[in-house]
């Protein structure tokens, strides 16, 4: 079996190669066992793992169902081919297929799991307009966003801990009523038992650790890989010092942040004033 360690910062290839070989050791796999449940040879499948080859959609929904791994595999192919997403966020949201702990920070805005198709569709025409983006590229990130969100409907979902700040429920993004129909939705998916929903308020002012987004990914292994990203780079974070500073800084933050009930009852009172 071909060995070469990879580098998922290195390339595309990399990063679903690395992807599809962790995929694999997870269950406790060869190549060759995969080989014999999927229909690809071993030597496919080691060339796809180790970069040497790209790979079809027909491929990677075979993998994706011997493997069982939902549509992980394909969120993060489909984003890997598409242009203009933010280096780094297709390897993310392939992760967070597969994470069974979500920790969100949002400082701006709803976070992508949460928002409606509305919201989503005002945030990307005005990308369209300020030239950031073409139409096409604004409705594949709409499609893939909605794919992302299937992990909501999953038997066993994930659990899902989001901070927002408070920022994020009063920006009336697409006018009073996407905005009330984003906040309404908001609302109902934090009473969900597996959804943990919390507002930072501006008085946190600068006490709030967090100046951008922030995501941290816990694996059903225990491992835990972060996510970050500026206005034009989204970056994958796997240094364990750094990942395990930002997990002390979101404990502290979210015992900071207001608790459940207010939270929810600071979104229904953005809401009214809309």
Same mark, same amino acid.
């Given at each position: 079996?071909?060995?070469?360690?990879?580098? %998922?910062?290195?390339?595309?290839?990399?990063?679903?190669?690395?992807?599809?070989?962790?995929?694999?050791?997870?269950?406790?796999?060869?190549?060759?066992?995969?080989?014999?449940?999927?229909?690809?040879?071993?030597?496919?499948?080691?060339?796809?793992?180790?970069? &040497?080859?790209?790979?079809?959609?027909?491929? !990677?929904?075979?993998?994706? =169902? /011997?493997?069982?791994?939902?549509? @992980?595999?394909?969120?993060?192919? !489909?984003?890997?081919?598409?242009?203009?997403?933010?280096?780094?966020?297709?390897?993310?949201?392939?992760?967070?297929?597969? /994470?069974?702990?979500?920790?969100?920070?949002?400082?701006?805005? #709803?976070?992508?799991?949460?928002?409606?198709?509305?919201?989503?569709? $005002? +945030?990307?025409?005005?990308? *369209?307009?300020?030239?950031?983006?073409?139409?096409?590229?604004?409705?594949? &990130?709409?499609?893939?966003?909605?794919?992302?969100?299937?992990?909501? =409907?999953?038997?066993? %979902?994930?659990?899902?801990?989001?901070? #927002?700040?408070?920022?994020?429920?009063?920006?009336?993004?697409?006018?009073?009523?996407?905005?009330?129909?984003?906040?309404?939705?908001? $609302?109902? #998916?934090?009473? +969900?038992?597996?959804? #943990?929903?919390?507002?930072?308020?501006?008085?946190?002012?600068?006490?709030?650790?967090? &100046?951008? !987004?922030?995501?941290?990914? @816990?694996?059903?292994?225990?491992? *835990?890989?972060?996510?970050?990203?500026? /206005?034009?780079?989204?970056?994958? !974070? &796997?240094?364990?010092? @750094? *990942? +395990?500073?930002?997990?002390?800084?979101?404990?502290?933050?979210? *015992?900071?942040?207001?608790?459940?009930?207010?939270?929810?009852?600071? @979104?229904?009172?953005?809401?009214?004033?809309?």
């Amino acid at each position: 079996m071909n060995r070469r360690e990879l580098d %998922p910062t290195a390339s595309p290839r990399e990063a679903f190669g690395a992807l599809l070989r962790s995929s694999r050791e997870a269950l406790g796999w060869t190549q060759e066992e995969l080989a014999e449940v999927s229909g690809y040879s071993d030597s496919y499948i080691s060339a796809v793992e180790t970069g &040497r080859k790209s790979t079809s959609l027909v491929f !990677v929904r075979a993998m994706d =169902k /011997a493997l069982g791994t939902g549509q @992980t595999l394909e969120l993060m192919w !489909v984003g890997m081919r598409r242009r203009g997403f933010l280096e780094g966020f297709p390897e993310h949201a392939a992760q967070e297929a597969r /994470a069974a702990e979500i920790r969100i920070f949002e400082p701006n805005l #709803i976070p992508g799991l949460f928002q409606t198709k509305d919201y989503a569709l $005002a +945030r990307e025409a005005a990308a *369209v307009q300020r030239g950031r983006s073409t139409p096409d590229q604004a409705e594949e &990130r709409v499609r893939f966003l909605m794919a992302r969100q299937r992990l909501l =409907k999953r038997a066993e %979902p994930p659990i899902i801990h989001a901070v #927002i700040d408070e920022s994020g429920i009063r920006r009336p993004v697409g006018g009073a009523a996407v905005m009330r129909a984003q906040l309404e939705h908001l $609302a109902e #998916i934090a009473t +969900r038992p597996h959804v #943990i929903f919390q507002i930072a308020p501006f008085s946190l002012a600068e006490h709030a650790p967090f &100046r951008s !987004v922030v995501t941290l990914l @816990t694996f059903a292994d225990r491992s *835990v890989v972060g996510y970050t990203e500026g /206005a034009d780079q989204g970056r994958v !974070v &796997r240094d364990d010092k @750094t *990942v +395990r500073a930002w997990e002390r800084d979101y404990d502290r933050f979210r *015992v900071e942040a207001l608790a459940r009930t207010a939270s929810l009852d600071l @979104t229904h009172k953005a809401r009214k004033e809309l």
